[in-house]
C-alpha cells in the first residue's frame, strides 16, 4: 500500500519529511497484523488498512498539487514513481508465494491463488476477491494473496485520480478544494448507502437493507473518499492549527478514534460505511497536527521503533499475510501458540530485508533502474503471472506435483454437494413459485422437506442416500450462514425471509410429514467459529434481545427452536447435531502431510475437544428435544471413536474443508440418518418429550 510505502520524499518547502507520518504506519500496520494473528482486543485492527487509505491520499495530492500548479506534472513521470514504490517488492512477494504455492497448494487451491496472484499483478485483486466472495469459498483467513485487495483498491486510486485533478484543473477554474470536496461528498454518500444497502436493488425500486456489502468493502468507488480525506489536507482545506497544546489535543482525539476502530470495531461491524469515518478522520487528525519532536504523541511517533517499523511498513504488510495464511493451511490451529509467536517475530526480519534490497534500490538508484526497465520488467512479470494462471487452469490446477495418495484426499476440496449451484439458498420469489430442488426416491410424493444451513447442504448428499433407500422423496431449503431458528438475526436480512418463506413453503405441500433440521448449532451457541480458522463474537439477536453477547446467542438458541417447534408444530422433526468439526483445512493438510511426509499419521480432532466444542450445543438441544418434542440424532458417532473424530477414511477426505462434510462424508452419516425415515407418524403428531429426550440423552453420551 502506498501509504506503507512511501519513501521518505525529497525534503522540499513544501514538504518535510515527518518520522510522525512513519510513526502512523507504524500503528496502522501492527493493527492489521495483531487483527490477523487473532490478538485478543485488535478485532477491529483492520482500520489499519483505512489509516493507509488516508496517508496514501495525503502524500500523494501534496505532490499532484505542487507539480500541477508548477505546470511541472506529466502523467509518465507520476506512474513511473508508482511503479518504483510499488511493484518490485509486490512481485517479488508474488513470485515467491508462486513458488511456495506449487510446492504446497492443492490443486483446486493452487488454481485460485494463481488467479489472485495475476489479478495482483494487474492491479485488479480487489475485484477478484469481490467476485469470489461466496459464502462456500475457500475460508479468506486461508488465502495467501487476499490482502492485496487494498492494493488493487490503491492502485486504481492512483491511476483514476492524476487524470481526474488534471482534467478538472484544466477545464475549470474550480481550486483544489471545490475538486477534493465535490469528490469526497459524492464517494462518502455512496460508500454508506452501498454498505448498509444494496444498491442494485435500488436501481429497481426495491429498498434491501444488507448486513455485508461485498462491493463496499472491495471496490473503490465507496473507498475513494477515505484517500480525499488525506487529500483535503494537502491541499490546504483544513485550517491550520498553530498553538502546540491544540495540536496536541487534536493528535490525542485522533489516536482515540483510531483506537476506538482497533478496539472496538469486529468482524460483524458494517464497514466501511459510517463507521469508517473514525479510523478516517483519527488519522486525519493526527497528521494535521503536524506533531514536533518535543511533543508527547509526537514523541512516541517519532521514537526509533515506530519510526523504523513504518519504512518497513509495506513490505512488513506485503509479507505477513502470505506467512500467516501458508502456515494456518499447512498446519491449522493445531500449531502452537509459540509458534504463532515466533512466526509473528520473523516477519520483521523478513520486512527489513524485502525493504533493504528490494523496495530501496530501485528508488534510489535510476541508472540501473532506468524508467524503461521498470515499466518493461513490470510488464514482463505481469505477463508471467498471467500465462501461469492459466496454464495453471487449463491444467486444473497442475496435479503431477502430487502423488495418487495426496490427490485422492486432496480431491475432497472439490466432492461437495453436486446440486448446491442449483438448489442453495434460493431466493424468495423462487420458493414461492415452487422452484426447489428434490432429493431422495424421485417419482413418489414428497414426504419430507431439508431445512438448514451450509451444514444442511453439505449433509444432502447423505440425506439423499437414506431418503433414496427408504423409498422417500423430500424438498431442500438450504442457505449458507443461515442457521434455522425462526427469529433469529444473524445480520443478514434475506435469512430471515428465506425461512419465513421456506417454512410457508413446506406448509404448503400437504404430503409433507417430517422436517429435518440442520445447522452449525456450535457456532450458534458458543458465537464462535471452529476449526483452521478462529474466531468468536458470531453473536445473533432476536426481537427480545437487549444486547449481543455470547449468552445471548444461547438464549436467542434456546428461543429460536421454540419458534421453529411453533411455526411446524404438526410435523415430526429431526434434528441433526453435533456434526464434528476439524481443527485444520482436512484436504490441504492431509494431503500436504502425506505427499510430504510419505504417511498422514494421526488425522483428525480429539474426540475430548469435540465434545467440548458442542456442549452448549448439546445443552440446548437437550432441553429443546424434552421442551418441544424434537428428535435429536447425533451424527457423531458415525465419523468418532472413543479418542478421536476421524478426518480422512480409507484414504478419502471427510470434509471439504475444516468443517463442512465432503460428500463422501455425508455418506457416511447414513445409519444415523435412516432413523428419520422410519414410517412417520399422522400429520398432526410430533415425536413425544419423552422420545425426544430419550434420544437428546443418548446423545450426551461420551462413545
Known sequence: MQGATSAPPQATPAQQYRPDIDGLRAIAVLAVILFHVGAPCFDGGFVGVDIFFVLSGYLITQILAREMDAGSFTIVGFYERRVRRIIPALFVMLFISSALGYLFL???????????????????????????????????????????????????????????????????????????????????????????FDIRTLMHGRLSLASVSTAAFYLPASRCWEFLTGSALAVGLIPHVRRDIHREVLALAGLALIAAGVLGFNRDTAFPGVMALAPCLGS???????????????????????????????????????MLAFVRLLWGSELPLVAYVALLLSMFPVAWLSWRFVERPPRRDRRRF?????FFGAGLGASI????????????GAPQRFGPAALAIAAG?????????????????????????TIGRQGGPVTFALLGDSFADALSPGVAAAADAAGQRGIVLTRGGCYPLVGANTGDSACRAFLGAAIAHIRSVASVRTVILVGRWSAAADASRFGAISWRNLFITDDQSRGASGAENMAVVARGLDRDAAALAGYRVAVVAYIPEQLANVPEAAAIRIQWRGALGQTGTPRAVVEQRQANARRLLTAAAIRDGFTVIDAMPALCDAATCRAVEDGRSLYSDDNHLSGFGALQEGSALAPIFAPPRPLGATAGPQAGAALSSAAEAPR
Open 370 to 374: 532506468t524508467r524503461s526497465r521498470l
Open 284 to 322: 486525519a487528525m493526527v497528521i494535521h497536527a503536524q506533531l514536533g519532536a518535543t511533543s508527547l504523541v509526537g514523541r512516541a511517533l517519532r521514537a526509533p521503533p515506530m519510526v523504523w517499523i513504518g519504512l518497513v511498513s509495506y513490505s512488513l504488510y506485503l509479507w505477513h499475510w502470505p
Open 106 to 196: 492443492i490443486p483446486s487451491f493452487y488454481t485460485q491463488f494463481t488467479q489472485s496472484a495475476a489479478a495482483a499483478a494487474l492491479s485488479l485483486s480487489n475485484v477478484y476477491f469481490y467476485k469470489h466472495s461466496g459464502y462456500f469459498d475457500i475460508s479468506a483467513d486461508l488465502v495467501p494473496l487476499l490482502h492485496t485487495w487494498s492494493l488493487g483498491v490503491e492502485e486504481q486510486f492512483y491511476i483514476v485520480l492524476p487524470i481526474l485533478f488534471f482534467v478538472a484543473r484544466r477545464l475549470s477554474r474550480l481550486s483544489w478544494g471545490a475538486i477534493i470536496s465535490t469528490l469526497f461528498a459524492a464517494s462518502l454518500i455512496f460508500g454508506v448507502v452501498e454498505t448498509y
Open 385 to 396: 503471472l498471467l500465462a501461469i494462471a492459466l496454464i495453471v487452469a487449463r491444467t486444473d
Open 413 to 437: 476440496e472439490t466432492d461437495t454437494n453436486p446440486a448446491r449451484a442449483a438448489c442453495d439458498a434460493k431466493s424468495v420469489a423462487q420458493i414461492e413459485q415452487g422452484q426447489v430442488c
